[in-house]
Each structure stands twice: as structure tokens, then as C-alpha cells.
């Protein structure tokens, strides 16, 4: 018995070591690249695909800014942060998403981004307490479905249908990706993601090459590059929207001057004003592993970030193990 | 950057498909061996470590019978399957520990297992809408705990001390493990598990062997071969109390006539009554790769096992794609 799938070349990248051994291991892969596509540093191979699931939000939120529709509801920029976010569910979330829902003429029963409980614990247990099952505004994909909805809206789209992936703003959306990426539109995978509206996969270089982009605004024509910075601005001045309290999202974007923002299956995007972006998948989809990996790839960036290594306890308040970078 | 921690060989064992790709992928490590230490099957490098964390209790449950506790306190074999548990704290797994705490005259106060919430989800959230926070007892290690105090009391050691280290009856889980597993003493490597006993770490050729000897009895010197048979009938005869409601060890017991019993950090151990043990590691930790794995491993070993390929569903319940093994 020997698995061989023709997988992409990954390679160790965070472990976590308990007494005298490495108990687990996670590998990975990673591109750094500038807006022109060069790529500076990676782990493993660069042109193999991966699916940006949440970490392609701030992409998703493109046309929210683009078609004018930010502008003609007067959007907030915590509001566009939200409609980047992967978020708690704090009580700063579901405001700011149900703000945007009402500026649109909309009302929470229009959402489609299905229903799971809070990721923030205290809130997940607040709802568990009060009998309450969750609603689709606990999601935390709220905020992108919140802000597509106000795009079909200002456009004159279908909002009953807004997460067919042949619904036009599923398509502009699917261009916009291809553009700032620099890929052809053929080459960007769809499926679909938990949320029920299309994933997107592309080369770890194409992704890291459009955060380069996306956060410089470099390489894009006038118009892009515009929307491109007020989304990018916005997540940047608000890292609580984009995900909240206890989140690694949110920790870094406070410490540094970096755009960032995770996606499931352990995706991490990073975009630096400096001139350069970062994609990192870990091959086994486990969140532990980013941050670690992600702290010890920053750091070689020259970004001042904090320890890469971190304690794992036990029950008892006793530390049992590290979880640490392998790169 | 590239990650080289000179880590054992493994390979490829379970995979998340999305749309047309495989989105993350398992790597792990497997061996199947006879009671004489023979390897079967293997996967990856079969004498390299690994920690076997809760997937050692039944070999931490031997003194329990081996000391006479068992007999002494009229412990029934439901009880004796709690011992080698990692329940979900269910009502039938609360009653079994607190019987035993019972039986040797302790109560609740003597559990030091660390509290945790029930792994079983609808017993946790019972837990938070009541307001309450979870006891040791609600610890999925909680009927370890007791087994273990019940031969503290049997055997007149000090009942406060038994999760240390060099406590006579951890001395005493120590040399068995190691005598049931073909090894030296000082072979077996002891580090903290999060509960707070010894977590014990060993080739995963020795423990598949152990496994083997476990379930058959063969090479064990007599009194060895009554404990263990005990343990293992009462675990086969008591799958729900070795996990629960959805567990998969439950699942496997109830379907087949194997000995089954899974650990943190994504390890499986199973015996086979027609001669054979295997130890399952996944290299990154996660849970979601074991059953796939599993399932085909034990179809290679003649095992009649359901369908390995299972569904994911997204938050609409529509399938966003499919956890497969790959070997």
C-alpha cells in the first residue's frame, strides 16, 4: 500500500513537537511575488493550483466598489472591510452587514450564505444559551453575500439568483479575478465553495502576483487600481471587520502595514504595499499551520512580525507542546 | 525557503477533491503486523515514532484487571470499556465513570483528567445552556482517570499523585506497554498527553505488534493474555461506551469483530481476532483523513468495511466535494 497521486510538490512547513519528538507535521506551499509575476521566494511548486476560497474576498468585493454601487449607497469603509470578511459574528459584524443590507433595500432573508454557528465562541455560545439557532447573518460569509446582493441591486441582477455561477455578477466577478491576476479567464477553476457561491482556484503565483497588484495597485488600469485601493484601504483600517477578536487576520493586519486575509482549507493571502504579495496553502488544509509558516515567510520578507513559535497547553494549564515554523 | 526536518517517510493516504482538484491533501504513516512483529502491510517508514496518545488506553487499562481492582470492585465490562474510552460524555458514559468512582469509594473530586466540553455536540450544548462549565468528569478521558484511581485504591498508592510520571502504577502502564509492544523500556518515550498522564510514544511497527498481541492474546505469558482478552471483549461487546453517538471506533466495532481505538493527533489502533494489529498516524493530525484511510487499509486486509469515499456538504447541503483515501 503507497498513495502516489501526482500531488504538487509541497514541502514540511510548520510541526508541532511534543516531549522529545515532532508529534505532527504540516506541509505546505508558498509564492512571493511582485506585480510583474516574478516570484521571490516559495516553498514548493509555484504554478500548481490552489482553490483561494475565503482568501479571494477582498477580489470578490472588486464590483462593489467598480459598478458604484459603494458610492450610491454610501457604504462605509467598514462596511467594504465586512464585505471582505471572513468575521465572528461579533455584534460589529452582523451591524455592519445589516447596514449594508439596508441600504440596499434589503433585509436579512435575502441573504443566501447559509447558517453555522458564530466562529467567535462567546457568541456561538450566546445563541446556544438563548435556544436560538443560527441564521444566515451569522455566517461568516455574510458580508460577501451582503455586498454582492447590493451589487445586483444597484446594478438591476437577479438577487433571487445572485450564487449561480452564470448569474452576470458571478461572471464579472470570475473576470475580475482573471484580470488582476493576470491569468486567462479559462484558466481560473470554478467550483463551488461551502457558502454556495463559485471558488475559485488559480496558480499560488497568479494569486500571489494579484495580491502584489491588488495592494500597490500596480499593473492595473486606472479604474481597477482605484477600486483596487479602497478595498484594499478599507480592510487595512478595519482589520476587526475582516475577521475579529482572537483571529490571526486581524492580529496581523493591526501590527503591521500588510493586507491580509485566510480562507478555509488553511489559505493565507497577504498583500504588501512595499511591492509584493504572498499565497500560502497548507497541503492538508489545517488553520493551525498558517500562522507559524506565515510568521516565519514574513520574516524572511523582512516585516517585523511576532514569535513564530507558539505554546500548545493542556487541560491542567500545562504547556504539552509547540507548534513552530519549519521554514 | 524549504522545510527539511529530516521527518520519517511518509506518503500520501487521504484527499479533499473539490470540483476538478484535489484541494488539500493527507500524508500519513500505517503498519499491519502479526503478534511475532512481522510487517504485513506498511505505509511509510513502520520504525519511526509516534506518540499513541489515547489509542494506548487499553494497554493503560491492563492493571485494572492485572491488579484484581477489576474483580475486587465488581467492575462489569461496560465499566472496563469506559476505562479504555474517549467517550462524548454521554449520559451511559457519565453514569459508568461515576459507578466506578463509586466502587472504589472516590467521587468526582479525585477525577484530575481536566475539564473539557462533551465531544458529543448536543451534550455540550446542553452544558452551555445550562450555564454550566464542563466538569472532568465531562472529559473524554474521564473513564481513564477512574480506571486509573480505582488500582491506586485497590493497590494502597497515593490516590492525589497518580497522574505523575514516576507514580508506581504510571511505572507500572509503562513496563506493560512496553512488554505487549516487543520493546525495551527505555525504547518507549514518555511525554505529557493534554490530560496530564503520560503520553507514550513508540515505533509504529511495535505498536501495530502490541495491537496484535493485544487482541489475540498470542505471546503474552498467561495472566497478560486473561487482562487482555477481558479488555478487549469488553470494549468489542461495548462499542458505544469506547466513543459514542457518530464516533467512528463505535461505528467500526458495531460493523466488525475488531478491536478499534483511536488518539489525539489523528492515530488509530486496531486488533484483529484473526491474528493481526495495525497502527494508523496521519501525519498533520487531522481527524477528517483516519476513516478513509482505514477503511481502505482493512479492505486490503480482508476486512468487510463501508464505502472509505464519503461526501462533504457545503452549508446548503449540496456535495462541494468528496474525503477519499489514496492508498
Known sequence: MRGDAGLPEDAPISAVRRGALVESVHRGRLAVCDPDGEVLE????????????????????????????????????????????????????????????????????????????????????NLVRGGEGPRPIHSNCSGKH?????????????????????????????????????????????????????????????????????????????ELEGAANRIGEAMREHPFM??????????????????????????????SPEGWGMALKISDGSDRAVRPAALAALGTMGVEVPEAVSSMRGLHGETVGEIEPLI
Open 42 to 125: 516559495s516553498v514548493g511548486d509555484p504554478e500548481a493550483y490552489i482553490y483561494a476560497r475565503s482568501a479571494a474576498k477582498p477580489f470578490q468585493a472588486l464590483p462593489l466598489v467598480l459598478s458604484g454601487a459603494a458610492d450610491a449607497f454610501g457604504l462605509t469603509d467598514r462596511e467594504l472591510a465586512v464585505a471582505c470578511a471572513s468575521h465572528n459574528a461579533e455584534e460589529p459584524h452582523l451591524a455592519a452587514v445589516r447596514s449594508i443590507l439596508e441600504k440596499a433595500d434589503l433585509t436579512e432573508d435575502d441573504l443566501q450564505s447559509g447558517a453555522h454557528l458564530p466562529l467567535y465562541e462567546p457568541e456561538a455560545d
Open 242 to 271: 475582516v475577521a475579529g477578536t482572537g483571529r490571526f487576520d486581524t492580529e496581523l493586519m493591526d501590527s503591521t502595514d500588510l493586507l491580509v486575509k485566510g480562507g478555509a482549507e488553511a489559505v493565507l493571502a497577504v498583500g
Open 146 to 222: 451582503a455586498g454582492m446582493l447590493a451589487v445586483c441591486v444597484h446594478e438591476g441582477y437577479e438577487t433571487a439568483t445572485y450564487r449561480d455561477p452564470d448569474h452576470p455578477l458571478q461572471h464579472r466577478i470570475l473576470d475580475l479575478i482573471a484580470e488582476v491576476c493576470g491569468l486567462r479567464e479559462d484558466k481560473v477553476l470554478v467550483a463551488g465553495d461551502n457558502c454556495g457561491v463559485p471558488a475559485f482556484a488559480l496558480p499560488l503565483r497568479s494569486f500571489a502576483t494579484g495580491l502584489a497588484r491588488l495592494t500597490t495597485g500596480d499593473v492595473l488600469p486606472d
